[in-house]
């Protein structure tokens, strides 16, 4: 088995390579003068199982990148090609709320299995819209209980998890199995207009629950950080103590790192997914998905892909 990594995936890709007894593949990447890209895999791959890692974007460069890689590998012979997307971007633009809109999630499956991947590795896809765009196989990686082992002690103990709105409603409960004594509060998020972020009042109830206890936040992306940063003002409002950010990625785009710096939120726990963010006054942690990624690997490998 081969195992090539885009960036940033290259730190990850040497540790599945690591556990999975592969080789770890060479890739050949430059970008010409007038802006078009190249990409060889170096490593020869005729024959062989090979083990593509890369992210859809946010940029469209690694969509394109990770498109011309699949193509050469299929190409070239190679016998099976697994994708693993830590970070698969479009995923949001994943229904179509006006005529003519495009469902782009369902447009980047197409690509990518049409380049050449024959297997899918996602992980927390926001919906489940991306996992059937595919006609390959898809595997999902489920990043919580890495991201929940990396909870510290003081924020297990009687904290409320909070899911800032329907659609991590299913996550923040699926963290609470991870925790003992976990209460699950689900807030109402209205978008007014794209990127924009609102918070509905807490119910009288939830609110007395909150008062003086730890608050978990959970969802699978913090992007501008308005969904989370609202939620968190909400939180404190309502009498919390500490807040703990848990996200799987941290996309952190436009106003994201001044929000969170202004939240002054207790730790901010996200996955490898994306490439790492350094910034003062922001307590980011981050957890590797490269574990939970290999074991998906071989769990499809062990079906006999
Ligand atoms: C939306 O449904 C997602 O689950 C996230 O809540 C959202 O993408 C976060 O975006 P932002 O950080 O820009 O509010």
């Known amino acids: 088995m081969i195992c090539f990594a885009l960036p940033p995936h290259e730190r990850i890709g040497r540790a599945i390579a690591r556990a999975l007894r592969a080789r770890a593949g060479t890739i050949d990447r430059r970008v010409f003068s007038d802006g078009e890209r190249y990409v060889r895999p170096v490593t020869t791959v005729t024959g062989e199982h090979v083990v593509v890692i890369g992210n859809t974007g946010p940029d469209a460069a690694s969509l394109l990148d990770l498109c011309i890689l699949l193509h050469a590998i299929r190409a070239s012979g190679a016998r099976t090609t697994t994708l693993v997307t830590p970070y698969f971007a479009y995923a949001r633009q994943d229904r179509a709320d006006q005529s003519q809109e495009p469902v782009s999630a369902v447009l980047v499956a197409r690509l990518l299995e049409s380049a050449g991947a024959d297997h899918i590795v996602l992980v927390d896809p926001h919906?489940?819209?991306?996992?059937?765009?595919?006609?390959?196989?898809?595997?999902?990686?489920?990043?919580?209980?890495?991201?929940?082992?990396?909870?510290?002690?003081?924020?297990?103990?009687?904290?409320?998890?909070?899911?800032?709105?329907?659609?991590?409603?299913?996550?923040?409960?699926?963290?609470?199995?991870?925790?003992?004594?976990?209460?699950?509060?689900?807030?109402?998020?209205?978008?007014?207009?794209?990127?924009?972020?609102?918070?509905?009042?807490?119910?009288?109830?939830?609110?007395?629950?909150?008062?003086?206890?730890?608050?978990?936040?959970?969802?699978?992306?913090?992007?501008?950080?308005?969904?989370?940063?609202?939620?968190?003002?909400?939180?404190?409002?309502?009498?919390?103590?500490?807040?703990?950010?848990?996200?799987?990625?941290?996309?952190?785009?436009?106003?994201?790192?001044?929000?969170?710096?202004?939240?002054?939120?207790?730790?901010?726990?996200?996955?490898?997914?994306?490439?790492?963010?350094?910034?003062?006054?922001?307590?980011?942690?981050?957890?590797?998905?490269?574990?939970?990624?290999?074991?998906?690997i071989s769990a499809t490998y062990a079906e006999g892909q």
């Open 127 to 296: 919906s489940i819209v991306t996992s059937r765009a595919f006609h390959v196989p898809v595997h999902v990686a489920d990043p919580l209980p890495t991201l929940a082992s990396a909870l510290p002690t003081w924020a297990r103990r009687d904290a409320v998890i909070v899911a800032p709105d329907a659609g991590a409603s299913d996550r923040a409960r699926r963290l609470a199995a991870c925790l003992t004594r976990a209460d699950v509060v689900v807030l109402e998020k209205t978008r007014p207009r794209p990127n924009v972020a609102r918070i509905a009042r807490l119910r009288p109830a939830d609110q007395r629950r909150m008062q003086g206890r730890t608050a978990i936040l959970v969802d699978d992306i913090i992007d501008t950080a308005g969904t989370i940063t609202a939620a968190a003002t909400l939180l404190r409002r309502a009498g919390v103590v500490r807040i703990v950010i848990l996200a799987t990625h941290a996309v952190c785009s436009g106003p994201a790192l001044e929000r969170l710096r202004r939240a002054k939120v207790d730790r901010i726990i996200v996955s490898d997914s994306l490439p790492r963010i350094r910034a003062r006054g922001v307590p980011f942690r981050v957890t590797s998905l490269a574990s939970s990624l290999t074991s998906v």
